[in-house]
């Protein structure tokens, strides 16, 4: 009788030891669970961010590639300009002597402008007084 009753309390023993660690076992998958749910929407957070990442990425180089094709383009336009005005230069002796003579003041004074930084700058620059001295047929008016 006492060995059996010394085997119950073993086998207790051990179905409580089974029972402690089968709910350690399972807190510890549950922490696991939230842990792993977190992480899936950290990842998918990262993921967006990749995708739009990856989309500004492609648009940005689109537009640089557009950019550059423009600039090429005005690289072969004014090239072609020049060479036209070359040409006119060359078959015409009145355009090639006004061609030669310099700007008079006040057009040099239009071309004239300070290096402008951003927009701001221009704005400002934009808003001091560059008018023109009135010509000589505005004085009579």
Do not use: C, F
Not at 53 to 61: C, D, F
Not at 118 to 133: A, I, K, V
């Amino acid at each position: 009788m006492r060995a059996l009753v010394v085997v119950l309390i073993v086998v207790m023993a051990l179905l409580g030891v089974q029972s402690w660690r089968l709910g350690n076992a399972h807190s510890r998958i549950e922490i696991q669970t939230t842990t792993i749910a977190s992480q899936g929407k950290k990842l998918s957070q990262k993921n967006g961010q990749l995708i739009a990442l990856n989309i500004l990425t492609q648009t940005s180089s689109r537009a640089q590639t557009q950019l550059y094709a423009a600039a090429e383009q005005n690289g072969r336009l004014i090239r072609d300009r020049q060479r036209t005005i070359e040409e006119l230069k060359r078959e015409n002796e009145d355009l090639r002597r006004w061609a030669d003579t310099p700007l008079p003041d006040p057009v040099i004074r239009l071309r004239q402008r300070p290096a402008l930084a951003g927009g701001e700058s221009y704005r400002e620059w934009l808003s001091q007084n560059h008018s023109l001295p009135a010509g000589p047929g505005r004085a009579a008016q």
